[in-house]
């Protein structure tokens, strides 16, 4: 951790470096410009928020736990395995290395900037609806990515909100695996039962590993 950032400016620099960040900017900037321009505002606009407010804590767990600590498995003699995990198991056996930190850009292509533009463009009554449901979803994503990249970085948060984030993400990566799934709200963790008291937990020998050897992709 030599190179990391110690400073609110470094930090801010490094960040800004990185495709995931860039990307995340331009879209959030984009659907909020978006949506300022269609106008229409109601009552809904402000609800929207909070139902995606609600939804983001387990969001964040089911993608922790389901996606990134999708465990490979044989078929035929073939290993099972998807490049989001793999990368994932590679950031837990080295959780300073910035270049792992990210979310992967194919992400962004394949996945989440279509399926969230399908879904809110299907789903919500109106073109004004589905741009406010993306803006304030993008807008969490991208302190969804800051906030983790500043957990594994050497600067340490000013707040006491984002020092109980970056206390939490730590305990995952360096107390025990199995817990403490949520980066940006915590909520799922407690719903779930995975934010135990962290002096009640046995120290996991697997932290770095996940109980398995990094297999190529």
Avoid at 175 to 190: A, Q
């Amino acid at each position: 951790m030599s190179d990391s950032p110690t400073t609110l400016g470094a930090a801010i620099r490094t960040f800004a470096r990185y495709p995931s960040p860039r990307i995340l900017a331009v879209a959030t900037a984009t659907l909020v410009a978006a949506r300022s321009v269609l106008g229409e505002w109601s009552r809904a606009d402000l609800l929207i928020p909070l139902i995606v407010l609600a939804f983001w804590p387990i969001q964040e767990w089911l993608i922790h736990v389901f996606v990134l600590h999708y465990r490979p498995f044989g078929l035929f003699g073939r290993t099972i395995d998807f490049p989001v995990p793999h990368s994932h198991r590679a950031h837990h056996a080295d959780p300073w290395n910035l270049d792992l930190v990210f979310i992967p850009t194919h992400v962004f292509t394949y996945y989440s900037i279509p399926l969230q533009l399908f879904l809110w463009l299907k789903l919500a009554p109106t073109s004004q609806l589905a741009a406010t449901g993306l803006a304030i979803y993008f807008v969490l994503t991208l302190h969804y990515e800051w906030v983790h990249y500043l957990v594994h970085t050497r600067y340490g948060p000013r707040s006491r909100f984002y020092d109980r984030l970056w206390r939490n993400h730590r305990l995952h990566h360096c107390k025990n695996e199995n817990y403490w799934f949520g980066v940006t709200m915590l909520g799922g963790d407690r719903l779930l039962r995975t934010a135990p008291r962290f002096e009640t937990v046995a120290t996991s020998a697997t932290c770095r590993t996940l109980g398995l050897e990094l297999i190529d992709a």
